[in-house]
């Protein structure tokens, strides 16, 4: 065989079967195809010694576990350049000694047996032992049990074979066109958005996009977002550590009391909640919506419009975007992480002609970015259909939860009220005045997650003066799967007072 031969027969072998990586200690490592008998196992400085060595070592440290198969002789000499003798009797050594099986049709592994002991460790002397949850009614996640798997396995199979090979690229800043065009016709029809393929920007969710437009508004010498006083903790301390200022805005039973906007000066943003204030549940009073519009188009500011879950109404006309008022004042936020789920990491931003340069400029090439796979996957779940009929079935299940949750209190603790409930995926249960801290920590120790109001209040300076504290549970009822539904809502009603 000449040198020819054997290197064209060694690439291909090199071509097929499973990689291994293992270090040959010591001199004469793949020095070719002749070399390696060496001495006895246990010591010695041939190949074959050391390609055991090698072995024993990575199954000792659990590098290779226990059922790992391992390449066959062939191609594991291919790749090291030695002998194939010399792996084979390696090979056959290490399953005398019981560090490997083999069998016809299944190969060498690593032999199936006990780990080794390991020293007990000391248990920490002051960690509490918490009860892990059995039931969730945490808000903020759909039920995770519905993801539509199916349906998206084939949306993504079509959008895979449909696939130019530049979408394996790195791609456009703003996101797949595909998705982008897809989006403005279902935002537009659907939320009232005014929505052109050119200024949506795909990102990976609802911070990453508030990430991206922190720094564009500090770029700008902005020095202070409005926040309405209860929101996500999340959203606030990104803000904050971005070192932007953070006004409250009163909230009540008209949603954020947009005039306040007007009292204080510096204001250059202000972040919104408004088709369903989270987490109180409200929707914008028309005559706020109009004030805050009013305030940017008068300051030059912008409204920073998150509407996390705006498919979700029940007894009510859906309320449209913020948006459509002024689509050059609002940047508009959207996700799929209560439509479809969070682990998706899709989202998008909807931004005044005049942002679309500034945001791809502070994204930059070095920002990550959403799978370029799962945005077409997503356009072409859009563009079939069953994007909307998936939001259809579930609203018709989530209203069925808040039904039972609100016919259930009724019953067992009739004293209690129920507000929040006419869109969205969670309620506000009023508690009387301090009592939330401890039936939430009573909740806790009856397995059961769940937050307080409080968790949400934001204690910053409001222009309207002292924010006033309120005592509810903010029940998130989309999240169990059915199977806990029922006990969930049961471990609830036992935590009330």
Known sequence: MTDSWANKERDALAAFGADL??????????????????????????????????LREAVRTGRLVPGTRLPSSRTLAADLGIARNTVADAYAE???EGWLTARQGSGTRVTRRAAPRKAA?????????????????????????EFPRTQWLAAARRALT??????????????????????????????????????????SGFHHGLTLMARVLKDRRVRAVAI???????????????????????VDERGARTEELTRERGIGAVL??????????????PDRRAAAVDWARATGGLILEDDYDGEFRYDRQPVGALQGLDPDRVVYFGTASKSLAPGLRLGWMVLPEELVREVTEVRGAGDLRSSALDQLTLAEFIASGAYDRHVRSMRLRYRR??????????ERAPHIRVTGIAAGLHAI??????????VVEGAARGGLAIVGMAQFRHDFPSPGGELPQRDALVVGYGTPPDSAWTGALEALCRALP
Not at 39 to 44: L, R, S
Not at 171 to 191: I, N, S
Not at 401 to 410: F, G, I, K, N
């Open 162 to 203: 449909a696939a130019p090979h530049e979408a394996f690229g790195y791609g456009d800043a703003l996101g797949r066109v595909e998705l982008r065009t897809v989006l403005a016709d279902y935002l537009a029809r659907a939320r009232g958005v005014y929505a052109d393929p050119d200024r949506i920007v795909i990102c």
């Open 401 to 410: 939860r808040r039904d039972q949750l609100v016919a259930e209190l009724a």
């Open 121 to 145: 460790q000391p248990a920490p002397r002051t960690r509490p032992a918490w009860r892990h949850p059995e039931y969730s009614l945490l808000p903020g996640t759909p039920d995770l049990a």
């Open 429 to 438: 249960v009023e508690l009387p005045p301090g009592t939330e801290r401890s």
């Open 228 to 250: 309405e006083a209860y929101g996500l903790d999340q959203s606030r301390d990104l803000l904050k550590d971005a070192g932007l200022r953070l006004p409250a805005l009163s």
């Open 21 to 54: 990586h293992l270090e040959l200690r010591g001199a004469g490592a793949g020095a070719g195809a002749g070399a390696g008998t060496g001495a006895h196992p246990g010591g010695g400085t041939g190949l074959r010694a050391r390609l055991m060595d090698a």
């Open 272 to 285: 919104m909640t408004p088709a369903h204030q989270f987490p109180t549940g409200v929707a914008l009073h």
């Open 94 to 96: 290490l399953v005398a």
